[in-house]
């Protein structure tokens, strides 16, 4: 059973900085990228950050570049992001997502659709 588990969201004012960390289980990490997407009310998802099964590749989507860091602890099977400089615009549901790196390219990488194993979520909200 492929089980991935968010935590780290919360409240935090503009400017502030939250770290979100994802726990992935029941399939062999090293071999799947993994990313972070995130859904606000009324939006559609959007891929914030994804990083390879060899961290060869981190990838952002221009809305957090420069604001957002993903890494990942093979070893610990888990990935996290830090986010700065946090805006009210970032406020969402954070999910965690994971699919075998040979099933990702550059065509379906910002593809929230091409990604098969999804966490729970955990809610970030930015505001004064």
């Known amino acids: 059973q492929v089980l991935l588990v968010e935590s780290g969201g919360g409240l935090v004012q503009p400017g502030g900085s939250l770290r979100l960390s994802c726990e992935v289980s029941?399939?062999?990490?090293?071999?799947?990228?993994i990313a972070w997407i995130r859904q606000a009310p009324g939006k559609e998802r959007e891929v914030v950050s994804s990083?390879?099964?060899?961290?060869?590749?981190?990838s952002y989507a221009d809305s957090v570049k420069g604001r957002f860091t993903i890494s990942r602890d093979n070893a610990r099977k888990a990935v996290y992001l830090q986010m700065d400089n946090l805006r009210p615009e970032d406020t969402a549901c954070y999910y965690c997502?994971?699919?075998?790196?040979?099933?990702?390219?550059?065509?379906?990488?910002?593809?929230?659709?091409?990604?098969?194993?999804w966490g729970q979520g955990t809610q970030v909200t930015v505001s004064s």
């Open positions: 997502a994971a699919d075998h790196s040979a099933l990702l390219n550059s065509g379906n990488l910002y593809d929230a659709g091409a990604y098969d194993y």
């Open positions: 029941g399939v062999t990490f090293a071999y799947y990228t």
């Open positions: 990083v390879s099964d060899d961290y060869e590749s981190a």
